[in-house]
T-cell receptor, first 111, second 115 residues
Framework: QQQVKQSPQSLIVQKGGISIINCAYENTAFDYFPWYQQFPGKGPALLIAIRPDVSEKKEGRFTISFNKSAKQFSLHIMDSQPGDSATYFCAGGTSYGKLTFGQGTILTVHP | GAVVSQHPSWVICKSGTSVKIECRSLDFQATTMFWYRQFPKQSLMLMATSNEGSKATYEQGVEKDKFLINHASLTLSTLTVTSAHPEDSSFYIC???????????FGSGTRLTVV
């Protein structure tokens, strides 16, 4: 019930390409879905987050698509850059609860 | 934006000693803070949730007598690893929830190495 499944485990994209990472959740009580970016030796940094009352949210090159009926959401990184190479985590949470993280995706963007 | 400061960023200690890690919310009040442990190339594993002025809630399998958590003020939570052993070596990360803006902000993490 608490799981968040993330795929793929790793992703290689050419510079300028689109990176797509998918997540699926089970807990229908989740009302907050953030994506975090983590560089080696650093804590996760919030990229973008969405609530289930909207189907899409865009901030710069980052877009979250949300499908409530399928209990799935995804992160799209447009015009991927080498500096985007990092580990990305999706998560699900409730308003006053804890976050449940996906397994993480290691993104490598080749120049 | 919300900032969480975590110290130290790395620490090396001898087996059997204790280590304290601090987590501070710098520009907001955090009634709830979270402590995570992360192994290389793995996801974040929640260890415990701490609420200001009350006892921490530990996740199943986490030894509360080994990982002491104190959340004495709205801006400070501490994690003390007691009688550390090499298997406690890991990356520890704290997170604070901003009650006003409803976001979870993470510290920069602490790399603990027990020798």
């Amino acid at each position: 019930q608490q799981q968040v499944k993330q795929s793929p485990q790793s992703l290689i994209v050419q510079k300028g390409g689109i990176s797509i990472i998918n997540c699926a959740y089970e807990n229908t009580a989740f009302d907050y879905f953030p994506w975090y970016q983590q560089f080696p030796g650093k804590g996760p940094a919030l990229l973008i987050a969405i609530r289930p009352d909207v189907s899409e949210k865009k901030e710069g090159r980052f877009t979250i698509s949300f499908n409530k009926s399928a209990k799935q959401f995804s992160l799209h990184i447009m015009d991927s850059q080498p500096g985007d190479s990092a580990t990305y985590f999706c998560a699900g949470g409730t308003s006053y609860g804890k976050l449940t993280f996906g397994q993480g995706t290691i993104l490598t963007v080749h120049p | 934006g919300a900032v969480v400061s975590q110290h130290p960023s790395w620490v090396i200690c001898k087996s059997g000693t204790s280590v304290k890690i601090e987590c501070r919310s710098l520009d907001f009040q955090a009634t709830t803070m979270f402590w995570y442990r992360q192994f290389p190339k793995q996801s974040l594993m929640l260890m415990a949730t701490s609420n200001e002025g009350s006892k921490a809630t530990y996740e199943q399998g986490v030894e509360k007598d080994k990982f002491l958590i104190n959340h004495a003020s709205l801006t400070l939570s501490t994690l003390t690893v007691t009688s550390a052993h090499p298997e406690d070596s890991s990356f520890y990360i704290c997170s604070a929830r901003d009650q006003v803006n409803y976001g979870y902000t993470f510290g920069s993490g602490t790399r603990l190495t027990v020798v």
